[in-house]
């Protein structure tokens, strides 16, 4: 059973910097993708950024493409993304998901692409 658990996620200054994980139990991740979303309140759940274990291909929203870097470690099976130049609008609750991708047509942009879950962490960005 895959198990994402995120943390890292806390309070920071607009202009600041934080970097949250996921650590991911319960398979051999080799030939999985795993993404971040967010979701801030009131709004829908959105894509921030997405690797591919395997390659190490990775994907960005274009609001977070500069600014956000995703990267794996294969040995602690975690994935982290690290946030540079934090604006307001980037407060949400970040999840992390994971899937395993079933041909080449799969979207690792879709929110409906990814079958497993994590719990979130909260990000909040203060002027």
């Known amino acids: 059973q895959v198990q994402l658990v995120e943390s890292g996620g806390g309070l920071v200054q607009a202009g600041g910097s934080l970097r949250i994980s996921c650590a991911a139990s319960g398979r051999t991740f080799y030939s999985y993708t795993l993404g971040w979303f967010r979701q801030a309140p009131g709004k829908e759940r959105e894509f921030v950024a997405a690797i591919r274990w395997s390659t190490s291909n990775t994907y960005y929203a274009d609001s977070v493409k500069g600014r956000f870097t995703i990267s794996r470690a294969n040995a602690k099976s975690t994935v982290y993304l690290q946030m540079n130049s934090l604006k307001l609008e980037d407060t949400a609750v970040y999840y992390c998901?994971?899937?395993?991708?079933?041909?080449?047509?799969?979207?690792?942009?879709?929110?409906?692409?990814?079958?497993?879950w994590g719990q979130g962490t909260q990000v909040t960005v203060s002027s």
């Open positions: 998901a994971a899937a395993r991708p079933p041909n080449t047509a799969w979207d690792e942009y879709a929110l409906i692409s990814y079958d497993h």
